[in-house]
């Protein structure tokens, strides 16, 4: 793996270089572990014009959720006191030579960027933005195997949960269990708070499960995702509890299935992200939701469980083979509840089968 990172830096390097800077210090954790292979706390990596080094403010520890280190990478361990490793990193930059250092600004305080600047005046500083977030998107085959890996994971963790008994349980038991089940079957941990909703609250994004407790009849909407080896996914399915569905429950859960097929079926190299958005809005919409549906209906995911691609109306750009996103639309009536599905798939091409779909629990609406 030494040579994937190092090649990684080597297109960061070439890409500051051509704007005017022959270095660049990443300090976002996300960005550092994607250069490194591992991001130790506090640690950030300077890409220099001769060689690359990595700060960290004390030795690496050997935890697997913080990724492991290129060995060919040099590591500089400040001494007790030593500072704040971004600091540092502008001295070496400096004595390195280098007369200009791209920065992540999106990631500074005000006050480290001028701690910076004051150790070494006469080096510019330059604004690095996205371009190592950008250099994320498309993922080779290692980190499309983490994520299929992940989706694996969160399968099975949901698939169990749907076996056991369900009514009288409170939203945030539920999570709890979810959780802990997504380290048994091998993750680090959870890709982000894991919600579930019961309902009245479901088919609201980003609920943060309540002692509100299952019954009979409700709508359950679960959102979990499994992180592995930094690379985190996401499932969502709803599901009626221990009855019949309604028929209005049944009337919104095809719309929203439909809704989610259509940008599922959208996604292509090439195609446009607000093209993919707008395939499965404007089902929703014609059905009278369209105020209902959410700001995004997918987004990409990685280092970190929302990069880009953005699949919302306002999108800019188009879809790049190997490139995962998430596709999970949904509707909330207050008062009633709703529906979310979400799959994680990999964008791939027409001759290569399509989408891959990572996540694969049933999207049949079952009676559990």
């Known amino acids: 793996m030494s040579e994937v990172y190092a090649d990684r830096r080597v297109r960061l390097r070439d890409r ?55 060995e060919q990478l040099r590591q ?25 250092l791209a920065v992540e600004e999106h990631h500074l305080t005000v006050a480290r960027h001028r701690a910076m600047g004051s150790v070494a005046p006469r080096l510019r500083l330059a604004d690095l933005g996205g371009a190592v977030e950008q250099l994320r998107i498309v993922k080779d085959e290692d980190e499309i195997a983490c994520l299929r890996i992940a989706a694996e994971i969160a399968d099975q963790a949901l698939g169990e949960l749907l076996e056991s008994i369900l009514v009288g349980r409170t939203e945030r038991h539920l999570a709890l269990e979810l959780e802990r089940r997504l380290v048994d079957h091998g993750a680090d941990g959870a890709a982000f708070p894991t919600s579930v909703a019961t309902g009245p609250n479901s088919g609201r994004g980003g609920h943060r499960p309540s002692d509100r407790r299952v019954e009979e009849g409700d709508f359950l909407s679960v959102c979990l995702g499994a992180n592995y ?124 089968g399509g989408p891959e779909l990572l996540t694969i629990t049933t999207k049949e609406l079952l009676a559990l």
């Open 16 to 70: 500051c270089a051509a704007a005017g800077s022959p270095a660049a210090l990443v300090s976002r954790p996300a960005n550092v572990r994607y250069l490194a292979g591992g991001s130790p706390l506090g640690s950030v990596l300077l890409v220099g014009p001769d060689e690359d080094v990595l700060l960290c403010p004390v030795p690496p520890g050997g935890d697997p959720a913080d990724g492991r280190l290129d």
């Open 76 to 100: 500089a361990v400040l001494p007790a006191g030593g500072g704040d490793p971004a600091v540092a990193a502008v001295d070496f930059a400096r004595k390195a030579g280098a007369d200009a």
């Open 229 to 352: 080896r930094g690379y985190r996914c996401e499932i969502g399915r709803t599901f009626v509890i221990g009855t019949t569905p309604a028929d209005w429950q049944i009337e919104l859960y095809d719309l929203v299935f439909a809704a989610q097929r259509a940008g599922r079926e959208a996604l292509a190299p090439g195609a446009e992200c607000r093209d993919v958005d707008r395939a499965a809005r404007q089902i929703l919409a014609a059905a009278g939701h369209g105020e209902a549906v959410p700001a995004l209906t997918g987004h990409g995911v990685g280092l970190e469980i929302d990069e880009d691609p953005q699949l919302a109306p306002s999108a800019m750009g188009k879809l790049d083979a190997c490139v995962p996103v998430t596709v999970e639309p949904g509707v909330h009536l207050p008062g009633r509840g709703g529906v979310r599905i979400d799959d994680t798939l990999v964008v791939r091409q027409e001759a290569d």
